[in-house]
């Protein structure tokens, strides 16, 4: 049977890791954490059987982390692989319903991911979607191969949208199934009732707001068939942050400087004194 790797991406990893490590790691075939954190984590994996470590020595960013893994399991002759961030968990039977369904479908050659729902998504339908969040995700290396690279510019946010478009753009399918749901947090979400209506913010740190009016100005450019909403989304999306969340002023000059860094052609990592992320 073809093999299927889990390549998890870590960053200082909280102490529920391993009972989301568990979720899956039975699941598949091989394990592949790759840690962006400056100080080693082996230790929070040494009991996971068939496991391969691999620290970067310091943040180098989600598409980093993620490129590296995908080339190990390449050089182990893997077909496919699970990628998952650390705080993401399927609900029990979770992964082996996403690895069967991948399975039943994988014969298409125009497929290319198969993802879960998460447990907070409001939309429920399954079907070929043209995006969706990394984490959960099983998709083929052959495809990997084929398309190239995460982009590492981007270095996090938006780049499991970008990669998802580039896909799209080319003929390949991404099919969301409901027989495998994720327990993933996206932010630290602020939710109140305004007028009879709930209003939520995804209550980011101020460097996180950077990365994301950047990168989604960036992504904008290069896919504007998939990207109609995005600049509306940046606006209600600060609208929010004014409204519910604390620290305004600080991500408010960072979701400034991210903008002027888009239209100056700067990318990559953001150099700050007492990152919050």
Do not use: W
């Not at 390949?172 to 979400?189: C, D, N």
């Not at 950047?214 to 290069?222: A, D, G, P, T, W």
């Not at 929010?240 to 408010?252: A, G, N, P, Q, V």
């Amino acid at each position: 049977m073809p093999m299927i790797c889990a390549i998890v991406v870590v960053f200082n990893p909280e102490g529920n890791f391993e009972s989301c490590l568990a979720s899956y790691c039975n699941s598949v075939d091989r394990v592949i954490v790759v840690d962006n954190s400056p100080l080693c984590n082996a230790d929070r994996v040494s009991k996971v059987v068939n496991c391969t470590y691999l620290s970067l020595g310091g943040n180098q960013g989600i598409a980093k982390a993620l490129n590296v893994g995908c080339e190990v399991a390449c050089q182990l002759g893997g077909s496919a692989v699970l990628l998952m961030d650390q705080d993401s968990k399927f609900l029990p039977g979770g992964a082996d319903a996403l690895l069967g369904v991948y399975r039943d479908m994988s014969c298409e050659p125009s497929l290319a991911i198969v993802a879960p729902f998460r447990l907070d998504q409001v939309e429920t339908k399954e079907g070929y979607k043209d995006r969706v969040i990394t984490s959960g995700t099983v998709m083929k290396l052959g495809v990997y191969k084929e398309e190239g690279c995460f982009q590492e510019n981007l270095f996090i946010d938006e780049v499991d949208f970008e990669y998802c478009y580039r896909l799209r753009r080319r003929g390949y399918k991404i099919f969301q199934t409901h027989l495998s749901v994720l327990q993933h947090r996206v932010g630290e979400p602020i939710s109140v009732r305004i007028k009879g209506r709930t209003v939520k913010s995804m209550g980011h740190g101020y460097t996180r707001k950077y990365y994301i009016y950047r990168n989604r100005l960036i992504v904008r450019k290069q896919y504007p068939e998939f990207t109609e909403r995005y600049l509306r989304s940046c606006f209600f999306d600060f609208f929010k942050m004014i409204r519910l969340e604390r620290d305004r002023i600080r991500k408010s000059y960072f979701i400034l400087k991210g903008i002027v860094h888009y239209f100056i052609g700067r990318t990559g990592k953001l150099l700050v004194k007492n990152q919050d992320d």
